[in-house]
């Protein structure tokens, strides 16, 4: 069994336990590379690297260059305090599955959890918070394994309510953020994107790093099938009578317009943007996660 | 006015209901569906599917009258057109003459009897297509009553006066086939003119006329009912003929049909030999003319209904040959009704009016141009031409210088019959004739049968001088009763050949008298009150047995035949067959010599043998003169005047008789018209049925409209893929 089928949604929606799931998704996504995606400054060696004009030369090891004629330099494992907050969407519309085995705030809270362990594993600081609007719930930052657990109940436990208020969720959010931490936005975005924006200002001021994920399932990015729908809103219970084989390329153009203007406003915020869909491979998603921008 | 030519294929309209249940149970399918946000959807929506719906109706509708015009271009849809309608292309006449009877002209006397007169336009018109102006003037008339029944003589006329088609048919279906197969490939529009006189006839070329109707779009069939004028043929139930005694006329009562007698104007038209004699017009269902007699040796005579275009039954009655014979007629005629049409009788009769008349000198004309010498001419025995048989019924008032001429002609070898009435001179008949011939004399009135007798005594024939006076039957039958006669005292010489009892109570005496011979009854032979003995087929045997003794050998093998409407009732055996008597017999079987008996339509008789002495002829069911040819010789008699011999010689005698037939034909004849019209319903607007004499040119010629619904069908294609396009455009552009 290839690491696809073994760390696909569709495979670990089969399995009892978020924690099982992150620590599966966090070994698959570091499987072969043994490299923390931390580099900075430490006093824990961590490997050799080539020389390259413009590396500082005070890591040239000169040793070897004296054995080998080569100039490498010498990295050290960064050894941080940084508090990782994982902010998750709640909203009822994360409840979708359409086209997928899992719904979506089930896929943000496997990324969540595996983001959680990793950082539980660089003795980093998490905080979890979630939310449609106001945040319903809000661990704060901390470093021990005893909240490392209460993190994951508190996302295993997690059930989709409320209408979407990015906004207010990410202003909120915002004002309990410390500074030099790293946020995780798990989102569908399926709001105004001004308003959007508005809230990723507010977090993008007080901390160095935000990361927007968009989940969404495979029907919300093909839309659906069909030509008589009454599409129900899963948050407001609103209904529209459509034909979607006819409205679908619209649908698509217009998503691509929103998710657009929303990429282009992270770029300008210096937001890392990743769109997810429910159907990839977890360790698909963590690397792009993980990836530096 | 629009039609369908193949209905049938309305059948596949259930094919619209394809897209009508795509559209409605589609609408009805609505699926609910949880979505997480109507964020997007929302705002495209309200457009979007305003132009769907819009889209979905246009293109509902254009493949629905899509779907309709493919129907309709399958459904072979015609219409008649107007200017059409006038100028068909090429017409074709089919003229039938499938009826026992005549077709009466309609149109001007003086023109010829073709029917149809066309101009086709050398070139095309601009539509194309070739235009004929056609004018339907009247049927082409029958040749002949005779004429050979169930004929079919197409006739497609065109500009050039051509007759593209002269070969005559045995039917409709040949006719009508190889009028089809003369139409070939022309293009535009085709009339056949059709009359039809047997529906029912008609009615079995049924399959054939759709199939041409369907084949050939353009093809349109005029029918011409005669169907209900030919019931007129027989529209005359009955024919009496009654002899005027005061003038040398016959009236004739024709009684027509009821239905007959309602036809508006119900004019008849009375032929004599061809030509138009008198029209009448019928009161209460009787058309009655006095017709003269002897105007020539055989008179045709027909009615006829001026409107009808159908002859009635002819009628015959036949005279001599003027100056031949001559009748010496006075007070009642001899003429009495049922010696009409006995050819071999009257043949040799003429009649005058009074004895003052008599054309001793071989010709009819009044007494003033009589003349010694042409009596003694006409009176040598055995000669030809001129005066042979006289009879002189004695009138009051007669010249004594008459009654000398007729004693000098029998005295030259003449032959006279002398008969009496009511009117009679007796004194001056007993001087002036009968004592100068040495016949005796005439008593009083003797009336045999009394108010309360039942029946006066019979009348006896002496055979043996019966035998002497010629070929005379064998059994001459019942002679009848005389009720009233003159007494006679016969002289010495003078043979009794009919009486009424004793010798002194002769009916009938005769007595040579030089070179000729007489005749005398003393009883009227036409008074019914006097005798009925007129009526017996023996008495113009015995008259013309009388005449021919003194022909000699001229008529020796003349076969004399009697009158069947009495071998109807008495002498008609059981298989229908009339036993005719051959004279003497001799010249019949016992030389072997062949005898041939044809219907006055000239068709031999297949039942006719002799046996012995009578020849066996029959079944008879023809009117007028039938002829019996011996040898070289030729004899006639007639049969009857009704189409079918009455049961009663009385009867017949009154020429009476309903048809029932003709009634039943007429009925049978529309019920074979209904059924007709009725299975060629869907080419209704292409099957016209004319009344005879209506105008045949108004009938509009059919153009054919499939290719336009095709063409409709394909715009329709063409606008259902420029709707689909327009609208996939305007998304793509948004």
């Known amino acids: 069994m290839d690491l696809n089928s073994v760390l696909s949604p569709a495979y670990l929606s089969s399995l009892k336990g978020l924690a099982l799931k992150a620590r599966m998704v966090l070994e698959g996504t570091m499987a072969g590379r043994h490299l923390s995606p931390f580099h ?63 719904t979506k705030l089930e896929y943000a809270k496997v990324l969540a959890a595996s983001l959680a362990l990793m950082a539980f594993g660089q003795r980093d600081a998490i905080a979890v918070a979630h939310g449609a609007g106001l945040p319903a719930s809000f661990l704060p930052p901390r470093n021990s394994a005893a909240h490392l657990r209460q993190a994951l109940q508190m996302l295993e436990t997690l059930e989709p309510a409320g209408v979407t208020d990015l906004a207010g969720l990410f202003g909120r959010m915002a004002a309990r953020l410390k500074s030099g931490s790293m946020t995780f936005l798990f989102t569908d975005l399926w709001q105004d994107p001004q308003a959007i924006i508005t809230g990723l200002k507010e977090i993008r001021f007080k901390n160095q790093s935000a990361t927007l994920v968009q989940v969404l399932a495979p029907a919300e990015m093909a839309f659906l099938e069909g030509t008589n729908l009454e599409l129900e809103d899963m948050e407001t219970r609103e209904t529209v009578k459509i034909s979607a084989r006819h409205l679908k390329p619209q649908y698509q153009e217009t998503l691509a317009a929103h998710t657009e203007t929303l990429r282009s406003e992270c770029f300008n915020l210096n937001v890392k943007f990743l769109r997810v869909e429910t159907t990839a491979p977890y360790f698909q998603s963590m690397r792009q996660l993980l990836q530096r921008p | 006015m629009f039609s369908l030519l193949s209905p049938i294929s309305l059948w596949l309209g259930a094919a619209l209901a394809v897209p009508l249940m795509i559209h409605f149970l589609g609408r009805q399918r609505l699926r609910r569906q949880p979505f997480p946000s109507l964020l997007l959807v929302r705002e495209r929506f309200s457009k979007s599917m305003h132009r769907h719906r819009l889209k979905n109706l246009l293109l509902l509708l254009i493949r629905t009258l899509l779907i309709l015009c493919l129907l309709l271009a399958l459904a072979n849809p015609a219409m008649e057109s107007r200017r059409a309608s006038a100028k068909p292309d090429i017409s074709i006449a089919l003229i039938h003459n499938g009826i026992y009877g005549r077709l009466q002209p309609q149109g001007d006397a003086g023109e010829d009897p073709s029917g149809v007169q066309a101009s086709l336009p050398a070139t095309p018109n601009a539509q194309g297509t070739e235009a004929l102006d056609l004018q339907w003037r009247r049927l082409r008339a029958l040749d002949s009553l005779a004429g050979i029944r169930s004929q079919v003589l197409p006739v497609i006329e065109d500009g050039s006066g051509a007759q593209e088609v002269s070969e005559r048919f045995g039917n409709y279906g040949g006719a009508v086939g190889r009028a089809i197969a003369a139409l070939g490939s022309r293009p535009g529009t085709a009339q056949i003119h059709l009359p039809v006189f047997d529906w029912g006839e008609l009615a079995a070329l049924q399959a054939d006329l759709s199939l041409a109707l369907k084949e050939h779009p353009g093809l349109q069939f005029v029918l011409t009912d005669y169907g209900k004028a030919a019931s007129r043929l027989s529209a005359f139930t009955g024919l009496k003929a009654t002899p005027s005694p005061e003038s040398p006329t016959i ?62 039954p002819e009628f015959h009655f036949c005279f001599p040959e003027a100056g031949e014979w001559a009748l010496a007629h006075a007070g009642s005629a001899l003429a009495s009704l049922p010696s009409l049409g006995r050819e071999s009788y009257f043949r040799r009769i003429v009649h005058v009016a009074s004895a003052k008349d008599i054309p001793w000198n071989g010709a009819v004309g009044g007494a003033g141009k009589a003349d010694q010498g042409g009596m003694a001419k006409t009176g040598s025995r055995g000669a030809s031409g001129g005066l042979r048989l006289v009879y002189l019924a004695a009138e009051r008032g007669a ?78 039958g019942t002679l009848g009763a ?66 021919e003794t003194g022909a000699g050998d001229r008529a020796a093998n003349l076969a004399v035949a009697s009158d069947s409407i009495y071998t109807a009732s008495s002498g008609q055996d059981a298989d229908g067959m009339a036993a005719v008597p051959a004279a003497a017999g001799a010249g019949v079987s016992g030389n072997g010599t062949r005898t041939e008996v044809f219907d006055p339509e000239g068709r031999p008789f297949t039942k006719v043998r002799a046996d012995g002495s009578r020849l066996r002829i029959g079944p008879f069911d023809r009117l007028g003169i039938h002829l019996i040819v011996t040898g070289r010789d030729t004899a006639a008699f007639a049969v009857n005047l009704a189409s079918h011999g009455p049961a009663g010689g009385i009867r017949a005698a009154e020429g009476i008789s309903e048809d029932p037939s003709a009634t039943a034909w007429a009925e049978a004849n529309e019920e074979a018209k209904a059924g007709f019209l009725k299975e060629l319903k869907p080419f209704r607007g292409r099957l016209t049925v004319l009344s005879p004499g209506e105008s045949a040119v108004v009938q509009a010629s059919v153009r054919r409209l499939w290719p336009e619904f095709l063409l409709a069908a394909l715009l329709l294609l063409f606008l259902e893929g420029l709707i689909s396009a327009t609208f996939s455009l305007r998304r793509s552009r948004t």
């Open chain 2, 482 to 547: 005389v009720r009233k006669r003159f007494a006679f005292a016969p002289d010495s010489g003078v043979e009794i050949i009919l009486r009424q009892g004793g010798v002194s109570e002769a009916v009938l005496a005769a007595r040579e008298f030089h070179k000729g011979q007489v005749l005398l009854w003393t009883t009227d032979l036409d008074d019914l009150e006097w005798s009925d003995i007129g009526v017996s087929p023996l008495i113009p045997l015995l008259h013309q047995a009388f005449q």
């Open chain 2, 251 to 312: 009236r004739l009562v024709a009684r027509l049909s009821p239905e007959a007698a309602n036809d508006a104007g119900g004019k008849t038209q009375v032929s004599l030999n061809g030509r138009l004699f008198q029209e009448v017009s019928p009161l209460g269902g009787r058309a009655e003319v006095t017709l003269p007699l002897g105007e020539g040796p055989r008179t045709v005579g027909k009615f006829a209904l001026a409107s009808g275009g159908f002859a009635s």
């Open chain 1, 40 to 102: 900075g400054f430490s006093s824990e060696f961590s490997q050799y690297k080539g020389y390259v004009p413009g590396d500082d030369i005070k890591f040239l090891d000169w040793k070897v260059f004296g054995r080998n004629d080569q100039l490498v330099t010498r990295q050290y494992r960064d050894e941080t305090n940084a508090s990782v907050y994982l902010v998750l969407d709640s909203s009822a519309s994360m409840a979708y599955s359409e086209g997928g085995t899992v």
């Open chain 2, 399 to 476: 010249q004594p210088d008459v009654y000398a001429r007729a004693v000098e002609y029998v005295k030259r070898g003449g032959r006279l019959i002398i008969g009496v009435g009511r009117e009679s001179d007796i004194p001056m008949l007993n001087r002036f004739l009968l004592q100068p011939l040495r016949m005796g004399r005439l008593g009083n009135l003797v009336e045999t049968a009394g108010a309360g007798s039942a029946s006066p005594a019979p009348v006896s024939i002496d055979r043996e001088a019966l035998a002497r006076m010629g070929r005379l039957p064998v059994d001459p």
